[in-house]
């Protein structure tokens, strides 16, 4: 597998999972506009995996869907951070505004990149994913605003931080540690990174259930 | 607080009120609404106007039942065009000359 491809599944995998994750969401979210909010935005990250996978699949002569569902979790490329399942809503903002935050920094670096179909996808979903930035921006205010908000922010923050730093390479992740610490105002712990491809349990349990559907209808079946 | 919500849903066209989104201030009110009315293209453009500004009248008192300022039951259609054919005008009306 080329080293594009790999580049291309690896933000495909990170989009789709959060994706997921974020629509767990859906009709439990804290009030009833955060829950069309939140669940618009992860609709919006399945959105960006696709054209993703698409990208990938024509080099490898197969489909978007093929590569979201059929492989094996273990052959997954997503980042740690956007396969944990932390169904509360302090950690659940505190790794979107994580993922907002390094997926810009990798936005900026894709979008400069000679590949005109990988700048031309990375421009077309940060377009989209400023959206997402606002909306995790206002979050952090909010949470930052009162002592019991940064109090389950930070917590959140500390418990994420070596998984955030797994979403980025070695030489993007100095730029994110600047970011979230001048946003938070303190320093964050010299911690080892999660890297990307150890999977966390949860993710064997997410995959049963997004897969299902499809291990249950013959190949080939028309939706 | 409560916004209103008024969406436009293609340019020229008046503003219709949409619905209300609630939201603390005015930048998740702004985040709500665009989710809310303007993920589906359904929209070119949005205003929201925090439901304290809003001004309303409900009191439209008529003591004296002044029918003669209402037109039920007055076949206004019949009327203008008499008066359309006197002042010469029928031609101009919109759909005048076929009736």
């Known amino acids: ?223 | 607080m409560i916004w209103e919500v008024f969406r436009q849903e293609r340019k020229g066209q008046p503003f219709q009120h949409a619905g209300t989104v609630t939201a603390p201030n005015e930048q998740f009110a702004e985040i709500y609404a665009r989710e809310q009315y303007g993920r589906r293209q359904e929209s070119v453009a949005l205003w929201l106007v925090a439901r304290e500004a809003v001004s309303e009248i409900d009191e439209f008192p008529d003591e004296f039942d002044l029918k003669y300022r209402r037109v039920d039951g007055y076949s206004i259609k019949t009327r203008l065009r008499e008066a359309r054919e006197r002042a010469g005008t029928l031609e101009m009306a919109p759909g005048g000359a076929e009736e």
């Open chain 1, 1 to 223: 597998m080329s080293k594009r491809t790999d580049l291309l599944l690896s933000i495909a995998d990170d989009e789709l999972i959060l994706g997921w994750r974020n629509s767990e969401w859906t009709g439990i979210a804290p009030f009833l506009e955060e829950d069309v909010a939140f669940s618009s935005i992860a609709q919006n990250e399945i959105g960006h995996a696709r054209a993703l996978y698409e990208l990938a699949a024509a080099e490898l002569g197969t489909t978007a869907d093929e590569l979201a569902f059929d492989r094996k979790p273990e052959e997954y490329r997503c980042a740690s951070l956007v396969e944990l399942r932390r169904l509360e809503w302090a950690r659940t903002i505190a790794r979107h505004w994580l993922y907002e935050t390094a997926d810009e920094i990798r936005l900026a670096t894709l979008k400069a990149s000679d590949d005109s179909e990988i700048a031309g996808v990375a421009a077309k979903m940060d377009r989209e994913e400023a959206y997402h930035r606002m909306h995790a921006e206002m979050w952090i205010d909010r949470l930052l605003s009162s002592e019991d908000g940064r109090e389950r922010l930070n917590e959140a923050v500390d418990e994420l931080w070596p998984y955030a730093l797994g979403v980025l390479d070695d030489e993007l992740r100095p730029d994110l540690r600047a970011r979230v610490e001048s946003r938070l105002g303190r320093e964050l712990p010299d911690v080892e990174p999660v890297p990307r491809g150890v999977h966390e349990a949860e993710l064997a349990e997410l995959w049963e259930e997004m897969t299902m559907v499809r291990r249950s209808a013959p190949a080939g079946a028309q939706w």
